[in-house]
C-alpha cells in the first residue's frame, strides 16, 4: 500500500517538474531523458532521509553530512557552481547562535550560573516535593534565557541528579523535571532553539510569531511535566521528611550550600540583564546584544575567552547548518516537492496538524529537535499547504515545534542523554533508561492528540 501510494506520488510530481527556469542549472544536461530528471528529486530525498536515520541511530554529525550530500547534489549532479550551493548556507542564523551560545558560555564557564542554581535550589528548603519543582522552573528559566535547553540541561543535570539521589527522589521523576523544564524554556525569542525556529518560520512566511511559539511550547511542556510528576508519585514526596540540608559528607549537592557573587559575576548578570532589557525594551536585534556582551566580557577578563569559546556547542551549530543547506539544496531540485507531496498524501487539512506533530515527535525521540527536525520540516510549510489545497501555516509551524520537543526526555535525545549520564551511583541506568525512551515514544502520541485538538478542531 504505501509503495503504491509512494508510485502515485513520484507520478504526479514528474507531471509537473518541468520548469524553464532550471536549464540555466543544467548546461550539459539539456537533453536529459524524463527519467534522468526524475532521479534528481529522488536522490536529493534520499539524501535527507539517509543523514536524519544517520543522525537518530549514529553519533555522526548529521550537518556535516548533509553539507557533504549537498556539494554531491548540486556541484556534481546539477550543475552548480560552489558559490550557488554555499548561498544556502544560513549565515545569519550562524552569527546568531554564535553570538548568543559564546555571551551564555562565558557566563557558565565563570561560574555565574552555577550560583544562579544554587539560589534557587535554596527556595526548596530540604522540601523534597518542592525540589523537582524547583528545578523544573529553574530549567524553564535558564534555557529561556539564552542558553537553550541542552544548555541548560548540561547545566543542571549533575546537580540534579545528585540531589535526586541523596534525597532519595526519583530519578525518572526528576529527569522528566529537568527536560520538559528545559524544553519549556527552549523556543524563548532569546534560546537558541526559538531563535532557529522563527528564523525558519520568518522565512517561509510566518514572522511576528516568537511569542506564540514560546507559549504554546511553554504550556504544553509544563502541563505534560506537572501532569506525569503527580501521577506518577511526585506528590508523595511532600509527605516524606525534609531532606538533610547540611549535606557535610558531599557539600557539592548541598541544598542550602550558597556562594557569594565575585564582582565578574555580577557584572555578567548585569550583561545578560542588559541583553534582555534592550531586546524586550529597545527591539535590539539579539545578534547584535550578544555579540557586544560577550566584548565586554572579554575585554573586562570577566571571563575566560578561549574556555568560553571551546564551550560553545558547535556540533549543534553545525548540524543546523548543515541540514538547512541541504533543505535549501532540495528545493532547488525538486525534492522539497517530492517530500511534501508524500506528506500531503499522509494527511488532510483537518488532520494535518496530528499527524505532523507525531511524525516530527518520533523523529525526534532518536534525533535532535532544534538540530534536524526543525530545519526539515519548517521550510517544508508553504509547499504542504499548497499540497493539501490550503491550511493553516503557523497552525502547522506550532505543531511542528510543539510535537518534536514533547518527546525529549527520550534517553536517545540530548536532554535525556545528559540525564542518565549524571544519574547518582547505584540508580539502575538500565530501568532508568526503559522508562524515559518509553516515556519519549508516549509522548509523540500525546503531541499528536495535543495538536489535532487544539491546533486543528479548536483553532
Known sequence: ??????????????????????????????????????????????????AILISCFTRLNAGLLAIAFAFIL??????????EVVGGFPSGLFLTLVGVTLLFAQAQTNGTLDKVAQRAIKLA???????????????????????????ATALLAPVAMAVAGRAHISAFLMAIMICNGAGAGSLSPFATGGI???????????????????????????????????????????????????AADNPATAINRIDPFDGKQKLTLAVVAGLVISVIGFRIDVTIGAFIGAGVLALTRSADEETAVKAIPWNTILMVCGVTVLVAMLEKTG??????????????????????????????????????????????????????????????????????????????????????????????????????????LSMAVVGAVVCFVFFGLLR
Not at 528548603?125 to 544548555?151: H, K, W
Not at 525558519?200 to 511542556?221: C, I, R, S
Request: charged share 15%; with cysteine; proline share 5%.
Open 196 to 246: 532557529i525556529a522563527n528564523g525558519l518560520m520568518a522565512k517561509a512566511g510566518m514572522p511576528d510569531a516568537a511569542w506564540p511559539n514560546f507559549y504554546n511550547t511553554l504550556l504544553a511542556q509544563s502541563v505534560v511535566a506537572f501532569a506525569g510528576y503527580f501521577a506518577l508519585g511526585g506528590w508523595k514526596l511532600f509527605r516524606k521528611p525534609s531532606v538533610d540540608s547540611a
Open 335 to 440: 525534492g522539497m516537492d517530492l517530500f511534501t507531496s508524500l506528506l500531503a498524501k499522509l494527511a488532510s487539512q483537518r488532520s494535518i496538524t496530528g499527524v505532523i506533530a507525531f511524525i516530527t515527535g518520533l523523529v525526534s525521540v532518536y534525533s535532535s529537535s532544534t538540530g534536524v527536525v526543525l530545519p526539515t520540516f519548517l521550510p517544508a510549510i508553504p509547499s504542504l499547504i499548497e499540497k493539501l489545497g490550503g491550511g493553516d501555516p503557523l497552525a502547522i509551524a506550532y505543531s511542528i515545534n510543539v510535537g518534536s520537543h514533547l518527546v525529549d526526555v527520550s534517553p536517545l535525545s540530548t536532554l535525556g542523554a545528559l540525564c542518565i549520564a549524571n544519574a547518582a551511583d547505584g540508580e539502575n541506568r538500565t530501568r532508568l533508561f526503559h522508562k524515559m525512551l518509553g516515556w519519549g
Open 1 to 50: 500500500m504505501f509503495c503504491k501510494r509512494w508510485q502515485r506520488v513520484v507520478d504526479e510530481f514528474d507531471d509537473g517538474l518541468e520548469n524553464p527556469a532550471e536549464a540555466e542549472y543544467r548546461p550539459r544536461q539539456s537533453q536529459d531523458s524524463k527519467e534522468d530528471r526524475m532521479n534528481l528529486p529522488l536522490l536529493s530525498l534520499a539524501a535527507l532521509l539517509i
Open 125 to 151: 528548603r530540604g522540601n523534597r516535593g518542592l525540589i523537582p519543582i524547583i528545578f523544573f522552573v529553574l530549567a524553564l528559566a535558564v534555557s529561556g534565557v539564552g542558553p537553550g535547553n541542552i544548555a
Open 74 to 83: 548540486g556541484v556534481l549532479l546539477k550543475g552548480m557552481t560552489l558559490s
